[in-house]
């Protein structure tokens, strides 16, 4: 294999670079079959600490951007050259150039005309959406994410971005769910409120609707603290209650959200919301121990118990899979997807559901769902499913 090319490619890479001739790179065919990432992709982008690369990891799920300043980008790539991808596509506004490798280990340089002559503005793709303003936000300055200059604080910056992609889902549920003009949102274990004033706030203040919120949280010294900030706050509809998930008198409550309510918790916020009439449920389940007790399948299932780890993922997985059937068959079209990605949080699932079947059958098929599912892994009886007597 000549080394020879590869330098001269990398040495083409960098002067695009430094040149300000460079548009993108792509990194493909991977060296390592079993390996998830399929693919970096960079293009140069300008930060308020001047130019970086941005590379984005393909991976069969999903996509993690992540920005370098031009030494660090410049040593990854090359080490990433070496070790992970045999191809690599450079487009600068000069030309184009095609690195590879193939199975014999022989490299492959070509070159050609460019495929664009200028250059792509070195900037974010976008303005990245905020749906709640961080600026003269007086809750998420009495709740420590910003600071007294409306800054959102460096440690706190995970947390701003999760209120912003719940306001987000939410703002969709929101559009299709054919809510009241008026409308009552239970907020399950409303902890210390982050997200239950950035719901007040995006669905009142931007979205210019009529929400009336209710917090309900065990811990009465939280449940103080918020009611505090809602007067400072001036947001009249949001209040905060002492109580819990399974014994708080709730109003007539057209969403029920619970994020983050431990094992049945979550169960338990289930049954409210069905037997309540919610139109909506929202749910952020948080550890999954009532159905990982119970595994016992008899078949060649019976492998993944042999493994910690692998049996509690399959403990989760099988725990809301029956929560959605669950959900499906008291009429709601129900959806499964990550919260925010697992760089920012590992309890990052969320269950939606939106009632759309308002008879009262319960739908059978779906039920024998479970039961095989239930036969299938030895489970004797999911606590939803108890809860709901089905």
């Known amino acids: 294999m000549s ?52 590379f984005v990891y393909r991976y069969p799920t999903k996509d993690i951007t992540k920005n370098y300043d031009l030494n660090d980008a410049l040593v990854l790539l090359q080490a990433m050259m070496n070790n992970d991808f045999f191809k690599a596509d450079l487009f600068t506004t000069i030309s184009d150039h095609h690195f590879a490798i193939d199975k014999n280990g022989k490299t492959i340089l070509k070159q050609k005309a460019p495929t664009l002559s ?44 999760q209120i912003n992609k719940y306001a987000e889902i939410v703002e969709s549920i929101v559009k299709d769910a054919a809510l009241p003009a008026v409308f009552q949102i239970t907020d399950m274990g409303a902890g210390k409120g982050y997200l239950t004033f950035a719901l007040y706030d995006y669905l009142t203040n931007t979205m210019k609707l009529s929400p009336c919120i209710t917090g309900v949280e065990m811990r009465l010294g939280l449940v103080d603290s918020c009611n505090q900030i809602v007067e400072k706050a001036g947001f009249t509809k949001l209040n905060f209650v002492a109580g819990s998930i399974d014994t708080a008198e709730l109003p007539s409550t057209d969403m029920l959200i619970a994020l983050h309510a431990c094992d049945t918790a979550t169960d338990q916020a289930i049954y409210r919301g069905i037997t309540g009439g919610a139109k909506v449920i929202i749910c952020a389940p948080c550890c999954h121990k009532q159905i990982r007790k119970q595994l016992q399948p008899s078949n060649d299932l019976k492998a993944i118990t042999k493994f910690g780890i692998l049996e509690e993922r399959q403990a989760e997985i099988l725990t809301d899979t029956i929560r959605a059937l669950i959900l499906e068959a008291f009429g709601y079209k129900t959806k499964v997807f990550e919260f ?8 990052n699932l969320l269950i939606t559901a939106v009632k759309t079947d308002t008879g009262s059958v319960v739908k059978k098929d779906v039920l024998e769902q479970i039961k095989n599912l239930k036969a299938l892994f030895g489970i004797q009886f999911h606590q939803l499913e108890k809860l709901m007597e089905i």
């Open 3 to 54: 080394a020879a090319d590869k330098e001269v490619f990398f040495a083409r890479l960098t002067e695009s670079i430094t040149q300000q001739q460079f548009t993108k790179l792509t990194l493909s065919d991977k060296r390592d079959k079993t390996k998830e990432l399929k693919n970096v992709f960079v293009k140069p982008v300008m930060l308020k600490h001047g130019l970086h690369l941005s």
């Open 118 to 161: 200028e250059q792509v503005a070195a900037e974010h793709d976008h303005a990245k959406k905020r749906y709640v303003n961080a600026e003269h936000n007086i809750y998420l300055y009495e709740l420590g994410i910003t600071s007294a200059e409306g800054k959102v604080k460096s440690d706190k910056q995970d947390k701003y971005r």
């Open 340 to 347: 925010i990605s697992t760089e920012h949080t590992a309890k």
